[in-house]
């Protein structure tokens, strides 16, 4: 029954194997994926680097090399790879 279940808390934490924040496992996934983008966003809205008003995506608003090179001043770096599918 439900009133039987025991709640746990639960802390989504990024584990070891993530390399990028080895150093920084009790990390909530939550800050890692909305905090520091948002902060890169405010620091970029700061300094007049938003492309244009209104609602706007990420990719619509600023240019997304100083969103990169923002990011990489906190370790966090984006990877691209293309791999060509054969026919």
Do not use: W
């Amino acid at each position: 029954a439900e009133e039987d279940s025991e709640q746990v808390p639960r802390e989504e934490c990024l584990g070891p194997g993530d390399e990028v924040f080895a150093d920084r496992e009790k990390l909530r996934a939550y800050t890692r994926n909305v905090g520091i983008p948002m902060a890169v966003a405010v620091k970029l809205i700061a300094e007049g680097k938003v492309k244009d008003t209104g609602l706007l995506i990420p990719e619509y608003a600023f240019d997304p090399q100083d969103v990169f090179d923002e990011l990489a001043k906190r370790e966090i770096y984006i990877h691209e790879e293309i791999n060509e599918l054969d026919d």
